[in-house]
């Protein structure tokens, strides 16, 4: 029997087939030489901005990738490799260079967010990981980010782990939704692994398994004087409301933490309970929400005046639910110090090793440029910094509280009207002279040879 | 640096907090009889059935939980703990029973499709993981067998692992969409972790690395005469098919694998592809289509007489893009031998330990019917199998190709109907007469109280 999981020893086969069988008609054919790849998005309809997010998580992968014999022993019997390439594998290791942008960042469509310059086989072999890696902690980050926009200082938790796709998702969603500005997780483990603070209220079989509401909640009080939320909803709720009052006098409580809104109209019951833990004593017992919570409903709920405090999002957030994937890629742009690129109708590539520059007027982001990596533009602030050399990180690592900072402040150089959830405003990069003629040239070439 | 691997040392912390707390509260106040849970999932409008798939990974978790060392220390850490209850984790086994649907098996909103009888702490925190390893099995092994319902016998595999939400849901879709009948994956280490075959073809950036198609296809062939699936759309996918058999005339190859197109009109340009390849002799190359595919978009293909022979079905597949989570729950049912049921509106639990009966007609599903566990239904198979008995697995789990047997077996026994991808017919499972005395009983006995 086998769980299936993937962890520091295996994660070199977590890699799509035609990595290694590519890799090794490189190998047999001596073709190795340097090759840059870009991880870039296309365009989305409903985003105007994307929180970039999940570069230390590639990083790792990067500088602790290596084939154990037990890896190489699977990949010998499938019989599609041959014993010159398995021993290289067996000494393999990342020998390249990445430039990235930060974690936190925003980020718009066409940019080079990650740009690997590697041997040709290495930067092919990590392509399915470094994809796999970086989708989803951008799309979360991103959902945090609208969610935080549009928040007014009310406290975000992420409550989706039961929702998220598996385990490995579960963990991601915890760190990139604390980027994206949430205060926190359920996730015990992303707690423990990733310093994230941790929140909790409690089940309605908590409430099922005592005799009645009233029961359970001193039952659950007692235990946690200072962090007692309690679910209203069991039953009824505005009835669970007066139960949890009750329940705090029976027991001399004179302050509670507050109660939890799982279901039913949110606007109308916040309110009622507001006004009823107003009306006994509990003024500051605060109220929080959960269940389908998304960045429209938080706008509408505190737009029409709801009295909440805080907020488990859960799984819209975690499942990305309006946006589930990015339309992303990672492709070759440079090989052996020529610039090559895909002709595919929409789908089209910008050659060559490359760097964005983003251009501020007065604190707002005016626009970015993508140029030639060794091109200059003045007064812009380039984005993609070298944090893997020759295969080792040559840059300190960010905390996750500084990431999330930084997320924070990159929104909120982003025009006005990008920032709104209800439209996507779409910002694109310009690309430099110099790319542009070389499109040019190589589509010139391209017809010229069919031609021929 | 941290990427936050979950494995079997620590995945007992991958957890909600509340589910500790609540358990601790348990504990404190000896709250331990039996209880029963219910994992299920309520209607889905966008699905007439759904493929039950995740099981095995859920038995390796319940068998194998324990919290280690780390795990407590991080806990006290916290401070929410106090030390019997951490004497009392450093102990915990999980000791109850699980009666399962089997893996494979079609199931229909609100069938108990786990049940979950233990200790109530014990049974109280399994939840989040339960929630979080079946999910997403169920819909992507759902999502393949649409897949496979509409591919006629093409073959259709698994290319979704860059897509996928982070590690582990590419491992669990993987594993999903072989048991909902696709043939393989590209996801290596999906392959040598549960045997499930791997294919291949070549990337765009293969093509680009190299001076020219011809070149490309010579040099990959060469290397994999017997497997060689050559892509043709990097520049212009007529001339790459012709570019193909130019390249494998040049080395003298009578036969080849197969072309792949990745990309523009695929019903036309499969066509012309196959009269290339046939009039050039290559009447064995297969062609296999990939690019955003569906099931929609493959029996779309089919009826108009796409000649495709096989698919890589990838983001839509792994993400199960047009329903990303279930409405699904895990809730207390029964506690001390005591019926129990929530009251909130849309989402009533239904009370009891209980059985599914599927009754057919000709081999037809005619209906399910949900009982208590220990009432009968005449010419109904019962679908809860006990798999877990005191914490033991006491039944021998199936291979990933009996349950793929299975599931075909099982779908095919759906009444036709329910089969078509573009409506969803809704099978309600009947609720026994006990059980509906009891919920109305509850009901009254709640109301009773309320007034008192």
Same mark, same amino acid.
Request: charged share 30%; glycine share 8%.
């Given at each position: 029997?086998?769980?299936?999981?993937?962890?520091?020893?295996?994660?070199?086969?977590?890699?799509?087939?035609?990595?290694?069988?590519?890799?090794?008609?490189?190998?047999?054919?001596?073709?190795?030489?340097?090759?840059?790849?870009?991880?870039?998005?296309?365009?989305?309809?409903?985003?105007?901005?994307?929180?970039?997010?999940?570069?230390? @998580?590639?990083?790792?992968?990067?500088?602790?990738?290596?084939?154990?014999? #037990?890896?190489?022993?699977?990949?010998?019997?499938?019989?599609?490799?041959?014993?010159?390439?398995?021993?290289?594998?067996?000494?393999?290791?990342?020998?390249?260079?990445?430039?990235?942008?930060?974690?936190?960042?925003?980020?718009?469509?066409?940019?080079?967010?990650? @740009?690997?310059?590697?041997?040709?086989?290495?930067? @092919?072999?990590?392509?399915?990981?470094?994809?796999?890696?970086? @989708?989803?902690?951008?799309?979360?980050?991103?959902?945090?980010?609208?969610?935080?926009?549009?928040?007014?200082?009310?406290?975000?938790?992420?409550?989706?782990?039961?929702?998220?796709?598996?385990?490995?998702?579960?963990?991601?969603?915890?760190? /990139?939704?604390?980027?994206?500005?949430?205060?926190?997780?359920?996730?015990?483990?992303?707690?423990?692994?990733?310093?994230?603070?941790?929140?909790?209220?409690?089940?309605?079989?908590?409430?099922?398994?005592?005799?009645?509401?009233?029961?359970?909640?001193?039952?659950?009080?007692?235990?946690?004087?200072?962090?007692?939320?309690?679910?209203?909803?069991?039953?009824?709720?505005?009835?669970?409301?007066?139960?949890?009052?009750?329940?705090?006098?029976?027991?001399?409580?004179?302050?509670?933490?507050?109660?939890?809104?799982?279901?039913?109209?949110?606007?109308?019951?916040?309110?009622?309970?507001?006004?009823?833990?107003?009306?006994?004593?509990?003024?500051?017992?605060?109220?929080?929400?959960?269940?389908?919570?998304?960045?429209?409903?938080?706008?509408?709920?505190?737009?029409?005046?709801?009295?909440?405090?805080?907020?488990?999002?859960?799984?819209?957030?975690?499942?990305?639910?309006?946006?589930?994937?990015?339309?992303?890629?990672?492709?070759?742009?440079?090989?052996?110090?020529?610039?090559?690129?895909?002709?595919?109708?929409?789908?089209?590539?910008?050659?060559?090793?490359?760097?964005?520059?983003?251009?501020? #007027?007065?604190?707002?982001?005016?626009?970015?440029?993508?140029?030639?990596?060794?091109?200059?533009?003045?007064?812009?602030? /380039?984005?993609?910094?070298?944090?893997?050399?020759?295969?080792?990180?040559?840059?300190?690592?960010?905390?996750?509280?500084?990431?999330?900072?930084?997320?924070?402040?990159?929104?909120?150089?982003?025009? #006005?009207?990008?920032?709104?959830?209800?439209?996507?405003?779409?910002?694109?990069?310009?690309?430099? #002279?110099?790319?542009?003629?070389?499109?040019?040239?190589?589509?010139?070439?391209?017809?010229?040879?069919?031609?021929?």
């Amino acid at each position: 029997m086998r769980f299936g999981f993937v962890n520091k020893e295996n994660m070199s086969l977590l890699t799509d087939l035609y990595e290694l069988t590519m890799a090794q008609v490189y190998f047999k054919r001596g073709m190795n030489r340097t090759a840059i790849f870009d991880f870039y998005t296309r365009k989305v309809e409903n985003r105007s901005y994307l929180i970039n997010a999940g570069l230390e @998580q590639l990083v790792y992968y990067l500088i602790n990738l290596k084939f154990t014999e #037990e890896d190489i022993d699977y990949l010998r019997s499938t019989g599609l490799f041959e014993e010159d390439f398995l021993k290289y594998l067996k000494d393999f290791r990342f020998t390249g260079n990445v430039y990235a942008v930060d974690e936190g960042e925003v980020v718009f469509p066409d940019e080079p967010i990650v @740009q690997v310059e590697a041997p040709l086989i290495e930067a @092919q072999i990590i392509e399915t990981f470094l994809i796999n890696t970086l @989708q989803l902690p951008i799309l979360v980050a991103t959902k945090a980010m609208r969610c935080f926009s549009v928040a007014r200082g009310t406290v975000l938790v992420d409550f989706g782990l039961r929702r998220a796709h598996g385990t490995d998702a579960g963990m991601k969603a915890a760190r /990139s939704s604390f980027i994206g500005g949430f205060a926190g997780t359920s996730n015990v483990l992303a707690g423990k692994e990733y310093g994230i603070p941790i929140f909790g209220t409690m089940a309605h079989s908590f409430i099922l398994a005592h005799k009645n509401e009233i029961e359970a909640f001193i039952d659950f009080a007692t235990v946690y004087p200072e962090n007692a939320i309690l679910l209203v909803d069991t039953y009824d709720t505005v009835e669970g409301v007066y139960n949890a009052v009750k329940a705090m006098k029976k027991i001399g409580f004179k302050h509670f933490k507050g109660i939890r809104l799982d279901s039913g109209d949110l606007l109308s019951l916040s309110k009622i309970s507001r006004e009823i833990l107003d009306k006994e004593g509990f003024k500051d017992a605060i109220i929080v929400a959960s269940g389908g919570i998304n960045e429209y409903k938080i706008k509408e709920l505190l737009d029409r005046g709801a009295p909440i405090d805080g907020w488990g999002v859960g799984t819209e957030l975690v499942v990305s639910a309006d946006l589930p994937y990015l339309d992303c890629a990672y492709k070759l742009v440079e090989y052996d110090g020529k610039p090559v690129m895909k002709f595919s109708k929409k789908k089209r590539t910008l050659p060559y090793k490359k760097q964005i520059y983003r251009i501020y #007027e007065e604190g707002i982001i005016k626009k970015d440029v993508i140029t030639r990596y060794d091109e200059k533009v003045d007064g812009g602030r /380039s984005l993609l910094k070298k944090y893997i050399e020759n295969g080792e990180l040559i840059k300190k690592l960010p905390s996750l509280k500084e990431i999330k900072e930084k997320a924070i402040k990159s929104f909120n150089s982003l025009p #006005e009207d990008m920032k709104d959830i209800n439209r996507a405003v779409h910002l694109y990069p310009e690309i430099s #002279e110099t790319i542009e003629r070389t499109v040019k040239e190589l589509e010139m070439k391209y017809l010229k040879e069919r031609k021929g």
